[in-house]
């Protein structure tokens, strides 16, 4: 595949995404994708003083910087990879009275991940970030991330691709 169907190619499958929401200008294979699926794991842990208590979310902005890269060989393409280079999450937690008949108080929680998890050097208690992405590349569909898993107890933020 020539360089120009290739180009053209990527384009297409990066612009046909409903969430991306912006290309980085200084990196032209760097994006910005708006993720609404997030699930929260040990939230309770975030906020310690109120372990056990009912809580909810009641306002979610987050998002994923990625990029993407392809290794061209001269007998062709050889790889092509996506992966976070960073993510940045706000979220407003209700906490609600021990007889959860109304909120007790509003909370905030706001991270920016850009540390890679899985290695030895890991510092502990430092959050970082998981990419779970399918080996198997899907040609003809678009590739962005879709989804989070925030485990609070372990401090990982696992993006999960489409």
Avoid at 79 to 92: E, G, K, M, Q, R
């Amino acid at each position: 595949m020539e360089n120009k169907n290739l180009k053209t190619l990527i384009e297409r499958l990066v612009s046909e995404s409903p969430v991306l929401k912006e290309q980085l200008s200084d990196d032209p294979n760097s994006f910005t994708t708006e993720i609404t699926d997030v699930n929260f794991s040990g939230l309770d842990m975030y906020f310690p003083e109120y372990k056990g208590r009912d809580m909810d979310i009641s306002y979610l902005n987050c998002s994923v910087n990625w990029r993407y890269e392809i290794d061209l060989r001269s007998w062709g393409i050889k790889d092509i990879t996506f992966y976070t280079s960073s993510v940045s999450i706000n979220a407003f937690v209700e906490i609600y009275d021990e007889d959860y008949t109304k909120v007790e108080v509003e909370k905030e929680i706001e991270l920016f991940v850009d540390n890679m998890g899985g290695f030895s050097s890991d510092k502990p208690d430092t959050w970082h970030y998981v990419d779970l992405v399918d080996d198997e590349m899907r040609y003809g569909q678009s590739i962005f991330p879709v989804e989070l898993d925030i485990d609070v107890e372990d401090m990982t933020v696992n993006v999960i691709w489409n």
